[in-house]
């Protein structure tokens, strides 16, 4: 009956090589998110979905780029990994805002 | 954009005592202030929330507070207990589906 999930939990990888997160909420919330939370814990958004339109798009090195199947899917796909890309990864959803976002358990992703 | 600062980025209190946590923002605009709390290895969720025609809103030993003049808000912790430690994050949004957050606060509460 999990909300929102992701998949996987963690990551580990090699610089240079290409991974996917996936996210899925069952809350049937029209909105989506991507946040990055760094070292220090400080939390920024980086895309927002209403209904499988981006509607945000921070500045995001276009190695990220997510993809909506559908309005409960939002999966995060990034090329060429970088050490600064590791961070955890959390995906949220709501309804149209601004309301509650409800988060995902995040994805701790680890850069070699 | 939005600027939200929040203080104190750490704060220790014994148990059962208060806990004051701070945020100020810069646009007038904004009009929506959800806290979060964010356990360990969790994701954050969301504990109160309060909209730009409300002062203040309460939820058992949780409170919010806001001064739209001064353009800023407050989250009120009473009788705080071991399990209340975590990180509390502020945020602010002028609508739609932009949210902007503080730093963080890291709440250690001391049995």
């Known amino acids: 009956d999990t909300a929102v999930s992701q998949t996987p939990k963690y990551l580990v990888t090699q610089m240079g090589n290409d991974k996917s997160i996936k996210c899925e909420q069952n809350?049937?919330?029209?909105?989506m998110y991507w946040y990055k939370q760094d070292s220090k814990k400080f939390l920024k958004i980086m895309f927002s979905?209403?209904?499988?339109?981006?509607?945000i798009n921070e500045t995001v090195p276009n190695r990220f780029s997510p993809k909506s199947p559908d309005k409960a899917h939002l999966n995060l796909h990034i090329n060429s990994l970088e050490l600064g890309d590791s961070a955890v990864y959390f995906c949220a959803s709501s309804r149209r805002g601004p309301e509650t976002q409800y988060f995902g358990p995040g994805t701790r992703l680890l850069v070699l | 954009g939005e600027n939200v600062e929040q203080h104190p980025s750490t704060l220790s209190v014994q148990e059962g005592d208060s806990a004051v946590i701070k945020c100020t923002y810069s646009d007038s605009a904004s009009n929506y202030f959800p806290w979060y709390k964010q356990e360990l290895g969790k994701g954050p969720q969301l504990i109160i929330d309060i909209r730009s025609n409300v002062g203040e809103k309460k939820d058992q030993r949780i409170a919010v507070t806001l001064n739209k003049t001064a353009k800023h808000f407050s989250l009120h912790i009473t009788e705080t207990q071991p399990e209340d430690s975590a990180v509390y994050f502020c945020?602010?949004?002028?609508?739609?589906?932009?949210?902007?957050f503080g730093t963080g606060t890291s709440l250690t509460v001391i049995p």
């Open positions: 979905y209403n209904n499988k339109e981006l509607i």
């Open positions: 809350l049937g919330h029209d909105t």
């Open positions: 945020a602010a949004s002028i609508g739609g589906n932009q949210f902007y």
